[in-house]
C-alpha cells in the first residue's frame, strides 16, 4: 500500500473537481491531487459537442472539449497531481481516503477534501415502466456518447421520455443526424429542461413535445417496436381512454440526474432528502469538517459555468480551511412555501452568503422573501420562477441573525 500526504484531495475530476482543484493551487494549497475512474479528465464534457459553455463564466462561448481543456491546462500549468482510473472505496473522519488501480492500494492523507464525484442518469426502473426487456431503451446521456464519441446512430426512429436538458439536446443531436425524432414525452405541465432549450432543440426543428403524458408501457422481441403513452391527470396518473401506440425502435430516457454520493454514507455526512447531495453551510463545507463538496454531487446544476463558479468557492476554502475559526452558533437556511430546496442549508459565519435554490412550480410576477421569525432580511421581485431554472442569490448575514440561532425561511409567493 503507497502512502501520502496532501493538502487537498478533490474526488472526481469533471468540471466541478477540475475548477475546485485549481482554485485551491491558487488559493495557497501546495499538493493538491485529483482522483477520477475514467481514464480521462473532465467527466461528460468530451462527448458534449455542441457551444454555449464558458459565456456566463468568461463570456467566450466554448464546446465542451475546448471547455475542459481550458481547465486542464490550468491543472496542468499548476502541478496539479492527477490518479486516473483510480476509484475512492473509503474514506474517514480524520479524511483519511483509501483508493485502488492499476498499481495497487493508495491510502491518501488529505488536509482537507473536496467531494466532486458528480451524477448519473435515471434509468428505466426508477420510472418503473411496464413491458418488454428489448434492445433499444438507452439513457439520454448514452446515446450521446454513441453518437459524439464513437460516431454510433442509437437508432432511427426515436422518442424520448423526459425534458431534461440533456434530452433536449439529444433531440436536436439525433434530428441533425437524419433521426425521426418522433416526440419528446414529459409527465410534468412544464418542460424539466431550461426554457431556451425547448426553444432551440424542439420547437425551431417541430420536434413535438407532448406535457402531461407518459410511457404506460414497452412492446418488442429483440428490438424495441412500440410504445404505449397516455395523458396523465393531476396525481400524475394514466388516465383511462387516452393510451395510444407509438411505433418506434428506440426510447431514450431523460428522467432527470441522481447526485453520486455512495462514499458519504460510511463518513456519516448528513444528506438533504430534497437534492440528494450533502447537507453544507455558507462556505459548501459538510457536516464533517473540512470536506467540502461541490458541483452536481452537492445539487444538479443548470449549466455548466454556474456549477464551476460554485466549485471554485469550495476550493478556495478547502484550501483556507482553519477549524479553528468555526463558530458554535448557527442557524438553519430552509425551504418555505414555493421553494423546493434551498443550498447552504445552514449558516455559521455572518457576511456575504451565495444562496441557490429552484421553485416548486412555474410563476409569474412572484416576490422572493428571506424572513427571520416576522423579520424581512431580504425582499426580491421576480419576473418569472420555473424548477429549470437555479435562482442565485448573494445576501448579506448580519452577526446578530447569526447568534440568535432562528431560522431562515426562504418563500416564493406572489401573495405576502
Known amino acids: 500500500m503507497s502512502n501520502q500526504d496532501v493538502d487537498v484531495a478533490v474526488i472526481g475530476g469533471g468540471p466541478a473537481g477540475l475548477a475546485a482543484a485549481v482554485s485551491a493551487k491558487e488559493h495557497g494549497a501546495k499538493h493538491v491531487v485529483i482522483l477520477d475512474r475514467n481514464s480521462w479528465l473532465g467527466g461528460i464534457l468530451p462527448q458534449c459537442i455542441h457551444d454555449g459553455f464558458g459565456v456566463e463564466e468568461t463570456g467566450e462561448s466554448m464546446t465542451g472539449p475546448e471547455y475542459a481543456e481550458k481547465y486542464i491546462s490550468m491543472a496542468q500549468q499548476q502541478n496539479i497531481g492527477v490518479m486516473n482510473e483510480t476509484m475512492v472505496l473509503h474514506f474517514d473522519k480524520k479524511r483519511e481516503i483509501i483508493a485502488v488501480n492499476k498499481k495497487g492500494i493508495h491510502k491518501i492523507k488529505a488536509k482537507t477534501i473536496v467531494l466532486a464525484m458528480g451524477c448519473r442518469e435515471k434509468t428505466r426502473w426508477s420510472a418503473m415502466i411496464p413491458g418488454d426487456r428489448p434492445s433499444g431503451i438507452f439513457t439520454a446521456g448514452v446515446a450521446q456518447s454513441f453518437i459524439n464519441l464513437y460516431n454510433i446512430m442509437p437508432g432511427k426512429n426515436v422518442v424520448i421520455l423526459g425534458s431534461g436538458d440533456v434530452g433536449l439536446i439529444i433531440a436536436r443531436r439525433l434530428k441533425f443526424e437524419g433521426a425521426n425524432v418522433l416526440g419528446v414525452i414529459e409527465i410534468l405541465p412544464y418542460a424539466s429542461g431550461l426554457p431556451r432549450n425547448v426553444v432551440q432543440c424542439l420547437d425551431d426543428y417541430d420536434i413535438p413535445l407532448f406535457l402531461n403524458h407518459t410511457v404506460t408501457s414497452i412492446e418488442g422481441r429483440e428490438r424495441l417496436e412500440r410504445i404505449a403513452i397516455a395523458q396523465v391527470n393531476k396525481n400524475m396518473n394514466p388516465i383511462s381512454g387516452t393510451e395510444r401506440q407509438i411505433k418506434c425502435d428506440t426510447l431514450l430516457l431523460s428522467l432527470g440526474l441522481i447526485p453520486e454520493n455512495e462514499l458519504l454514507k460510511n463518513a456519516d455526512i448528513k444528506i438533504d432528502e430534497i437534492t440528494g447531495g450533502p447537507v453544507v453551510d455558507q462556505n459548501l463545507e459538510t457536516t464533517l469538517g473540512g470536506v467540502f463538496a461541490c458541483g452536481n454531487c452537492l445539487q444538479v446544476y443548470d449549466t455548466v459555468d454556474m456549477l464551476s463558479i460554485d466549485a471554485k468557492r469550495a ?80 445576501i448579506e448575514i448580519p452577526p446578530e441573525v447569526v447568534k440568535s440561532g432562528h431560522k431562515l425561511e426562504v418563500i416564493i409567493d406572489d401573495k405576502r
Request: proline share 4%; aromatic share 4%.
Open 315 to 394: 476550493g478556495k476554502n478547502a484550501a483556507k480551511y482553519n477549524k479553528s475559526k468555526k463558530l458554535k452558533t448557527s442557524i438553519k437556511l430552509i425551504a418555505g412555501k414555493g421553494v423546493r430546496y434551498v443550498v447552504p442549508q445552514k449558516i455559521d459565519v455572518a457576511g456575504t452568503v451565495h444562496i441557490t435554490l429552484r421553485s416548486e412550480k412555474p410563476q409569474e410576477k412572484s416576490i422572493l422573501w428571506i424572513i427571520e421569525n416576522d423579520k424581512i432580511i431580504l425582499r426580491k421581485k421576480l419576473r418569472f420562477v420555473n424548477p429549470a431554472n437555479m435562482v442565485k442569490l448573494v
